[in-house]
């Protein structure tokens, strides 16, 4: 039997960045209002969200691609320990070199913070009409208010690729976007129109 206690404790210990509690739930209420079954998730590392997800409903699938090998075999243990291996599949490749033709009610991005933008237009393809993408990390722990304070180098390019992304999906001209000051910051893109 899995246990979510024990998942958020070896992410604490093994300084995972699994979502925050707060955004967990709001994807969850998400996902029950509005009866989504269908999921592609982008960034499993252990399996915390989407087997999260997963127990929101019996009918719920999810497709979830991990890059790192020592995450997707922590992940796969997780997956099986709940139970969830025929309703979660765990796909270990980097997700801009997977190709997938499925149809997905809610694709959460949850990856790579600089691969945002190439994620979003990559998968924007994959969903359903009424399909949402839902994104973590806005805020990035408070970083991207003040970036030119940031000392280290790599961060501060980090942090710029988060703000390109907010600004790509206020200028887009083919999703509407609506962002959140929840958990670590999230934001909701629908397609216009629907
Ligand atoms: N969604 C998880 C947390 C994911 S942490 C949760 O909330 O429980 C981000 C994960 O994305 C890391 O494990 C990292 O290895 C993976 N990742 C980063 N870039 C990726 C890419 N391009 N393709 C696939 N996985 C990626
Ligand atoms: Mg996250």
Redesign the pocket.
Known sequence: MGSITE?ENY?KIHK????QKE??EFIINYIKKHKITKIL????????????MAQTDKNIKIT?????ET?YGEARKNIRKFGLEKRITLIL??????NDEDKYDLI?I???KA?YI??FEKYKKNLNKNGVIIT?NLNFHGLTKHPEEIQSKNLRALVNKINNYKTFLKENKEFQTEFYQIGDGITVSKRKGE
């Open positions: 998942l992410a995972i960045p699994i979502i955004g967990l998730e982008i960034g499993t590392a252990i399996g915390y969200s989407a087997i999260n979830t691609i991990e890059r790192n995450m490749k980097d997700a801009l070199d997977f959460f949850d990856a790579a691969q190439k994620f973590d």
